[in-house]
């Protein structure tokens, strides 16, 4: 569909599940080759890879922290040796966890921190420092959340990273956007992911978020791919420093639904 993807060198962090995977996934279909990264998901990412090359792909499934400028490191040096260059990094690596603020321990908010935002910069100056060292238009793609703009109770830390996502891409977009280099976040809703299996098994809580979504119904992973397959591709050229919310309406205060207010 986007056939300038065709033999585009693309890096996905967190690439072992849920939308790591689908992006992954969607990206080799339009031609690219895939670095799947996995902090400890080994058997997630081998079946990715699995996956894609079933379908004629390229994929390589490496292990890394991207918390540590050593993990980014290791994911564009595989990228280059594998697949011969850098066209596309996507960071996707995320986690949450539920705790009251007052409660929350250091630990807690450090680990949410250094993957959700750390691991964001770490991602982007690597990718950055090839784009710009090689004279070249590569684009970043961060997933962010509905959290970027909505407040969330019980998951400061979590709210608080992905604030700082939308803030951080705006500016390095900014600061690359002569080069030619483009920087944009995805901002999910409620996705039927692994990170929210649990709460979605529950038909109760499945109800109170599928009421919090205009369009009513939980999005899919191939949803998202679908859009970070368009930001890579030169169809989005135009495109810098935005968050492109794929969540139903979500962002659009459903409370208000029906004139309420
Ligand atoms: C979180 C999900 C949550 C959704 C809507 C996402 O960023 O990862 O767990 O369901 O936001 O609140």
Known sequence: MYSDLNKKVAVVTGGSKGLGTAIAKRLSKEGASVVINYHSDQAGAENAKKDIEAMG?????????????????????????????????????????????????????????????????????????????????????????VHERIPWPTFAHYAASKGGVGMFTKTIA??????????????????NTPINAKKFADPEQLKRTTDMVPMKTIGEPEDVAAVAAWLASDESKYVTGITLYVDGGMTLYPSFEGGNG
């Not at 995320?94 to 807690?108: R, S």
């Not at 600061?175 to 901002?187: F, H, L, Q």
């Open 174 to 191: 900014m600061e690359y956007a002569d080069k030619g280099i483009r920087v944009n976040n995805i901002g999910p809703g409620a996705i």
């Open 57 to 145: 792909g390229k994929a390589v499934a490496v292990q890394a922290d991207v918390g540590t400028e050593e993990g980014v490191g290791k994911l564009l040096k595989a990228a280059v040796d594998n697949f011969g260059g850098l066209d596309i990094w996507v960071n996707d690596a995320g986690v949450e966890n539920k705790v009251n603020t007052h409660e929350m321990p250091l630990a807690d908010w450090q680990k949410v921190i250094n993957v959700n935002l750390t691991g964001v910069f770490l991602g982007s100056k690597a990718a950055l420092a090839y784009f710009v060292e090689n004279n070249h238009k590569g684009c970043i793609i961060n997933i962010s959340s």
